[in-house]
Each structure stands twice: as C-alpha cells, then as structure tokens.
C-alpha cells in the first residue's frame, strides 16, 4: 500500500489528452511538500519528467505538465504519442517516512 | 555528462551480506545527497536510503533500517549499500539516484542493478 495513491492504468488514443492524479496526505502533499514525476520504461533508467510540481527540465517537451493542489497532484499529458507508453510514478516528502513515491500508473496510447 | 553506474548486484542468500556501489561521473559528487531506490518484479518504485552529501544525515525506509547501510567516498565518487541478512522480499533492481536533499527530486537515475535475494 502506497502513502502516494495513483490509479493503476490509464489510457487514451494517439493525440487525446489524458491526466494521471496522485492522491496524499496531510503528512506529505498536504503539508506542502513539492511533488515530483518520473516517467519509467521498462529495463531503463526512470527519467524525470516534473520537479517542483509543475516545472519541466530541459528537453521534457511542453506536451507534459503538472499541478497541484490541498493534497493532491496531478500529470497532464496532451497530444498523446505512441512513445508516451510508460509506467509514470510521482514523489514527494512525507514528515514521518522521508521519501514516498506513488503505487505507479502504467499508460496505455490505444 | 552527468552519469551513475551502479554494480554489485547478483544472488545472494537470505541471512547473508552484499553491497552495491555507484560510481558517478560529471558532477561534483560531493555537493549532493544520494539515494537508493529498489523495485521488485511486477511492483513499484519504493525509496531505500539517502545520504546527505557530507555523509552526516542518513534516512532509511522502515523496510530496510536495521538491516541496509548507506555509506559514500567522496574521495572516490562512490555511493555504497551495504545489505545485511537480506530476505527474499529483498530482491529487486536497485537504482542510484541524485538529489540535493531527501524532499528534491531524484536526477539523473543509473540504470540499475539486479540483486537476487535466493536460496
């Protein structure tokens, strides 16, 4: 059982726009903690996809975004693309477990 | 550019003792904190361990403390985790990662090592 709750699949087709939340706590999000999001593909390194609850390092395209609000977060990706296929993770802080990521959410472009 | 690699990982039997390494490259390592973060087959990411950079702060997931032990050479560019009477549940791809601090985000990533944890 994660502290981060996520659904566990989500899909859409080629171009649609599709959204993944990630549900805390009062002890994590809650609290004010910053949340962070990873794409993970499998037998590769996970990349960083938001920091900070919405910014966007050098290179992640425009296409993915991030919000956040009370003690949810949540990852928009528009123009969906076959490459987008993934299992996305977020992250945060928690006042009594130090570092928590979510259950995962595996991507399905139709 | 900035790289982990980790090694050290392969199978090791319940109740015996392994450490993984990660050597990074094209960072001044001894500016930031590291982790560890393990995913076992078919499950999630789960964090492991962070070290500040000095080596002065140390946390630990509540499934590993007691039994792991997250160490650094500075010197050497090196992050270590020292696993002790490992279980089964153990077994996973143990990832290297950098952050500033424990509530930053983790990058760049190493692509892992596995470690089997089998009688």
């Known amino acids: 059982q994660s502290v981060l709750t996520q659904p566990p699949s989500v899909s859409g087709a080629p171009g649609q726009r599709v959204t993944i939340s990630c549900t805390g706590s009062s002890s994590n999000i809650g609290a004010g903690y910053d949340v962070h999001w990873y794409q993970h593909l499998p037998g590769t390194a996970p990349k960083l996809l938001i920091y900070?609850?919405?910014n966007r390092p050098s290179g992640v395209p425009d296409r993915f975004s991030g919000s956040k609000s009370g003690t949810s977060a949540s990852l928009a990706i528009t123009g969906l693309q076959a490459e987008d296929e993934a299992d996305y993770y977020c992250?945060?802080?928690?006042?009594?477990?130090?570092?928590?990521f979510g259950g995962g959410t595996k991507l399905t472009v139709l | 550019q900035v790289q982990l690699v980790e090694s050290g990982g392969g199978v090791v039997q319940p109740g015996g003792s392994l450490r993984l390494s990660c050597v990074a490259s094209g960072f001044t390592f001894s500016n930031y904190g590291m982790n560890w973060v393990r995913q076992a087959p078919g499950k999630g990411l789960e964090w492991v361990a962070y070290i500040r950079h000095d080596g002065g702060s140390k946390y630990y997931a509540d499934s590993v403390k007691g039994r792991f032990t997250i160490s650094r050479d500075n010197s050497k560019n090196t992050l270590y985790v020292q696993m002790n009477s490992p279980r089964p549940e153990d077994t996973a791809v143990y990832y290297c990662?950098?952050?500033?601090?424990?509530?930053?985000?983790?990058?760049?990533w190493g692509q892992g090592t596995l470690v089997t944890v089998s009688s």
């Open positions: 992250q945060s802080y928690d006042s009594s477990r130090y570092v928590v």
């Open positions: 900070g609850n919405n």
């Open positions: 990662a950098k952050s500033m601090y424990a509530y930053n985000w983790f990058d760049p």
